[in-house]
């Protein structure tokens, strides 16, 4: 079965500072995709960044990059130059093969002006 | 926007009454996804699906039934409402190939009293 930890329920970062969130997974996928999503207060869930894990580069969209490390099993999400639009609630998930897709229990990310 | 609708988007219904969520879509995905969200838990899979009348459970699936009688339409019933599933509802679609986004609908909120 797939699992994906998220360990920080709640975050917060002053506005134009750096942040990072964790995330872990555990599946038995040979070939696999992990996702971060936002869903700000309106509920709506955007799309943030994908990592196909058989790309050992790490993606970047902008001001968001991941640091993947597969060995580890770890998928963080760095948001620079933070903004207060960024404040959300940032969700980890992961999807194999039988597409089955996981997600974690999700971080609450407020930045501060 | 990925052309995807949750109806309704509010229900309140009463314990022991049986409610029907249901997502629609127009894109042809093959995988269809239900979760539920509640506080601390994140996304919880219920039932997905990945074609006409193949469907699995997820990790939630007690008291829920799931039918996907055509490509476009994912219905999940709950048989007998009980307060624990009181949540907010959501679907998700995606696809095989490059492009394995899910794009998520707006939501249903169920308060069963």
């Known amino acids: 079965a797939q699992t994906v930890t998220q360990s920080q329920p709640e975050m917060s970062v002053q506005e134009a500072e750096t942040v990072t969130l964790s995330c872990t997974y555990d599946t038995s996928e040979s070939n696999y995709y992990l996702f971060w999503y936002k869903q700000p207060p309106s509920r709506q869930m955007i799309l943030v960044i994908r990592?196909?894990?058989?790309?050992?580069q790490n993606a970047t969209e902008n001001r968001f990059s991941v640091n993947f490390q597969k060995a580890a099993k770890s998928f963080s999400l760095k948001i620079s130059d933070s903004q207060l639009g960024d404040t959300a609630m940032y969700f980890c998930?992961?999807?194999?093969?039988?597409?089955?897709?996981?997600f974690g229990s999700g971080t609450q990310l407020t930045v501060l002006p | 926007d990925a052309g995807i609708t949750q109806s309704p988007r509010h229900k309140v219904t009463e314990t022991g009454t049986p409610v029907t969520l249901r997502c629609h879509q127009t894109?042809?995905?093959?995988?269809m996804y239900w979760y539920r969200q509640d506080p601390g838990h994140g996304l919880r899979l219920i039932h997905y699906s990945y074609g006409v009348k193949d469907t699995d459970k997820g990790e939630v699936s007690d008291g829920y039934s799931v039918s996907r009688s055509k490509t476009e339409d994912f219905l999940l019933t709950l048989e007998s409402a009980t307060s624990s599933q009181t949540s907010v509802y959501f679907c998700?679609?995606?696809?095989?190939?490059?492009?394995?986004?899910?794009?998520f609908g707006q939501g249903t909120r169920l308060t069963v009293v």
């Open positions: 990592q196909e894990a058989y790309k050992q």
């Open positions: 894109e042809n995905h093959r995988y």
């Open positions: 998700a679609i995606s696809d095989l190939g490059a492009n394995t986004e899910a794009f």
């Open positions: 998930g992961e999807s194999g093969s039988a597409r089955q897709l996981t």
